[in-house]
């Protein structure tokens, strides 16, 4: 913003023209890294643990904010306080084109701070679809200018909308499993230079074929990424995934930034400004409005689905809040508002644009603060997911961390009860830290069918679904009861009285019983058991438990 305020102070128009904000410049190049890395590195479990979720959110929340912003909006035209002229269509294209959220800055903090997964999964996947909406329903208001406005035309509208959206999805399914079959029955790892760049020109060139057939090209690409990263991903050489990896989020990373340095230089030098500051005042107070007209009922909605089918509920009170104000409008509102035409148009660009920098200063800016007010589990760790299990250290992998006050002081204080070496073994075998072992949800019926059908017909092996946090102290526990039991197999031969059999001691105190037996001590006053160690103490003092 200061540079953009140096550059509209300076003489002279040459530098201004050469920054000047291009539509096409954002939707071919900055855009697509964005939207190409969001689908390749998501949390695909929790994304489609919550696809129903995140879709109601993503479509019905968007029509809602879309609706209640574009109709508060005519209101205030006819109101005209500022002299303001916007027809109801326009008023339409404009809640539509300001319904689309991008909470980068939200998602950033959330990615830092390792924020509780399934209101991590719904806000990044409502973003993600959320902006894909917003321009396939933008475009299609717009294809009803000049048309009056009746129920055939609305119906009309509906089914188009639906009908890019799933069209769109399935064109970036479909890219990504031919890219996965070109990998499994090729030998194209034997090149990964030509491998790597292969998947990323195919992920770019089903972005263009869908915009060039009047499809959503964004929708296409996130399902081409999610699609890759699950099947084809895993039919790439060592090199090739980690060059995929970094060829995706560098990218981005570089696109982020770019974005929000070209906002803030436009919010000065974009032609033919028009600042209302009522009306962008009000315009901020509507998408607030709009906001929680479709986070709330919804959110209520999706609570009273999950008791109805006896589930707990998945959206908590101080989650909906989060959803709430998660809210925020970014660089593809700014994008599609170059679009809008008529009398009002450089108000309704301006205010767009002042709205988003707006939020993200206001909203973005709190988000810390907001997360420590509404208590929102933080520290949460999720095992990773690429399937990459040469590039990732076991103890990082399923490391689970918990950074909230209340609970760390908790398990402190739970520690404290044990002395450092009075550890049982069979509080190691439960899991970390010796907290029991946290069961899985039940697989979705689509994991299953993956699992076991489509995995295997698209990558060269069948990939197992990766281990959670409590499979993998199972089979911790697992292997440690084996060794138990080939212990015990070694000692089968001791005679051992029954009282010997009741007595437990301590891990030290084994240590002492050993080094006592080498000064003639019978061994066989000490048996291990299955998780435990039981015998008597060489002394025949009092007999503790491990």
């Known amino acids: 913003m200061i540079v953009g305020l140096a550059i509209k102070l300076a003489p002279g128009t040459i530098i201004q023209g050469m920054v000047k904000f291009k539509e096409g410049f954002f939707f071919n190049l900055l855009l697509p890294p964005i939207i190409l890395n969001s689908g390749y590195e998501l949390k695909r479990r929790n994304f489609f643990l919550n696809f129903g979720t995140i879709l109601i959110f993503a479509m019905v929340g968007t029509f809602i904010c879309a609706v209640v912003t574009g109709v508060l909006t005519f209101i205030y035209a006819l109101i005209n306080p500022e002299g303001l002229s916007i027809s109801f269509l326009d008023s339409m294209i404009f809640g539509s084109i300001l319904s689309a959220t991008d909470p980068v800055t939200i998602l950033a903090i959330f990615n830092q701070l390792h924020v509780d997964p399934q209101l991590f999964s719904i806000i990044s996947g409502e973003s993600l679809l959320n902006d894909a909406v917003a321009i396939v329903l933008s475009d299609t208001l717009r294809q009803f200018r000049g048309q009056d406005l009746h129920a055939v035309n609305i119906f009309k509208g509906i089914g188009l909308f639906l009908g890019v959206f799933w069209a769109s999805t399935l064109i970036g399914i479909l890219c990504g499993v031919l890219v996965a079959l070109t990998m499994k029955f090729s030998q194209l790892y034997r090149f990964p230079s030509i491998e790597a760049c292969l998947v990323l020109l195919m992920a770019y060139s089903s972005y263009f074929l869908s915009n060039a057939i009047q499809m959503s090209g964004i929708v296409t690409l996130l399902f081409t990424g999610i699609t890759l990263k699950h099947y084809a991903y895993d039919n790439l050489s060592l090199k090739s995934k980690r060059a995929t990896k970094a060829m995706c989020q560098i990218p981005s990373q570089l696109s982020e930034n770019f974005i929000f340095i070209y906002l803030g230089i436009n919010l000065f030098t974009q032609d033919d400004l028009d600042y209302k500051p009522l009306f962008i005042l009000v315009t901020l107070a509507f998408i607030c409005v709009a906001r929680y007209a479709s986070v709330a009922p919804l959110s209520t909605l999706i609570n009273a689905i999950c008791r109805a089918f006896g589930n707990p509920e998945q959206i908590p009170k101080n989650h909906q809040m989060m959803l709430f104000w998660a809210g925020l409008r970014g660089a593809v509102a700014f994008a599609l508002a170059s679009g809008i035409t008529g009398e009002s148009a450089p108000a309704m660009r301006t205010t767009i644009l002042a709205v988003v920098v707006l939020t993200v200063l206001l909203f973005g800016g709190t988000t810390s ?71 899985d949800r039940a697989p979705h019926w689509f994991v299953s069918f993956d699992e076991k059908w489509l995995k295997p017909a698209l990558t060269k092996k069948h990939v197992q679904r990766n281990q959670s946090l409590a499979d993998y102290w199972k089979e911790k526990r697992r292997k440690m009861e084996r060794v138990n039991r080939s212990m015990l197999d070694g000692i089968h031969s001791f005679r051992l009285n029954d009282d010997d059999q009741s007595d437990a001691v301590t891990l030290n105190s084994v240590k002492a019983s050993s080094a006592n037996n080498n000064r003639g001590y019978s061994s066989s006053n000490i048996v291990v058991g299955s998780g435990r160690m039981f015998g008597r103490s060489p002394t025949g003092g009092s007999d503790e438990e491990v």
Request: a negative charge; hydrophobic letters at 25%.
């Open 369 to 439: 603060r907001m997360l420590q007010i509404l208590d929102i589990k933080t520290g949460v760790v999720e095992p990773d997911e690429s399937g990459s299990e040469e590039e990732e250290d076991d103890r990082g992998r399923y490391q689970q961390l918990n950074t909230n006050a209340d609970s760390t002081s908790a398990h402190n204080s739970n520690r404290k009860q044990y002395d450092e070496n009075d550890v049982s073994i069979g509080s190691l075998l439960s899991g970390p830290l010796g907290e029991p072992i946290l069961e």
